[in-house]
């Protein structure tokens, strides 16, 4: 149990839905992460907050919007998703962004399928 | 930008052999470079870290180390247990890229009894 927990663990959605993804971590932790790992391809980073705030967009399509809304609390809310956006989506918190030395904690993450 | 590879992607050795992973990097200006361990339908776990500054690094039978001129790092798995079955991803953060992860894709490893 690293500290850090996703909700739900698996996710069936067809394109027309609206659904959101749930992360909370009990760590303390100031920064926190949403990660895309799609089969046969690196974990690609999708947001990054800090206490609360977005410090990061990696050009993510505007379909996948990231709520923060307190330190322990991340949300991804999908709307209008594509086949291909099915992948298994990770959570991960640091203490802060201190680079290179806050190691990231990473939770189970979410197995999305789009229909 | 930043590419990480990591060969082979699937490794299967029977129990107790010593293993190497690899991962190879095209940027040099790394700040560190970490390896990470996943599990089916698991997130990922921090094995070893390795500053720029630093050869290598050990944990129990794991040891990793890096060279940053050559774009390298190996994950060193000594007497390889069933339990050892996992993905191992290797991730870098440049130098001035704050705390952000760039991952290979991974190397799947199966030890068999």
């Known amino acids: 149990e690293t500290g850090v927990t996703q909700t739900p663990r698996h996710l069936v959605m067809g394109m027309t839905n609206k659904k959101s993804l749930k992360c909370e971590q009990h760590l303390g932790h100031n920064a926190m992460y949403w990660y895309k790992q799609s089969a046969k391809k690196p974990l690609e980073l999708m947001f990054v907050y800090s206490l609360e705030e977005r410090v990061e967009n990696n050009s993510v399509p505007s379909r996948f919007s990231p709520e923060c809304p307190n330190s322990s609390h991340l949300f991804l809310h999908l709307h209008t998703l594509q086949p291909e956006d099915s992948a298994l989506y990770l959570c991960?918190?640091?203490?802060?962004?201190?680079?290179?030395?806050?190691?990231?904690?990473f939770g189970a993450g979410t197995r999305l399928s789009v229909l | 930008k930043q590419e990480v590879t990591q060969i082979p992607a699937a490794l299967s050795v029977p129990e107790g052999e010593n293993l190497v992973l690899n991962c190879s990097f095209t940027?040099?200006?790394?700040?560190?470079l970490q390896w990470f361990r996943q599990d089916p339908g698991k997130g990922l776990t921090s094995l070893l870290l390795?500053?720029?500054?630093?050869r290598e690094q050990t944990s129990g039978r794991l040891n990793a180390s890096l060279d940053k001129s050559s774009g390298r790092s190996t994950l060193y798995i000594a007497a390889s247990q069933p339990g050892d079955s996992a993905t191992y991803l290797c991730a870098a953060i440049l130098t001035g890229g704050g705390n952000k992860l760039t991952f290979g894709t991974g190397t799947q490893l199966k030890v068999e009894l």
């Open positions: 940027d040099s200006a790394i700040y560190n």
């Open positions: 390795i500053q720029s500054s630093q």
């Open positions: 991960a918190s640091s203490q802060d962004l201190g680079q290179g030395v806050d190691i990231q904690y």
